[in-house]
C-alpha cells in the first residue's frame, strides 16, 4: 500500500520511498540508503507517458561507504518496487 508524501512522491508500508527529484532523476529511498536512478520520459503508443529505464542502472547505494553492488536478487527487488511506485502514480515503467 502506498501513501502519497507531495505530488511527485510515493512511501510504501514495505519501508521504501520512491520521489520524482527531477525530469531525469528519481530517488529511492530504504531508511538511510538513497540510490539515484537515472531516467528519461517518452510515450506509450505515442499517447500514454511513461518512465523510461535502463535496468543497469541499479548497482549500489549512493554512499561512499558502499563500493558492494547490489545481489541480483536485492536489484529485481528495487526494480519491482520501483514499478509499482510508479504504477501507483499512474506512471508506466519501460525497461530498456
Known sequence: MFKWLNKQGVESDEGFIVQVIDRYHVEYREGENVLTLKIDIGFVGGV????????????RWNSELSSSSFSDEKKQQILNRFIAAMMFQDMEVSIE
Open 48 to 59: 500514454y507517458p511513461c518512465v523510461l529505464l535502463e535496468k543497469n542502472v541499479i548497482q
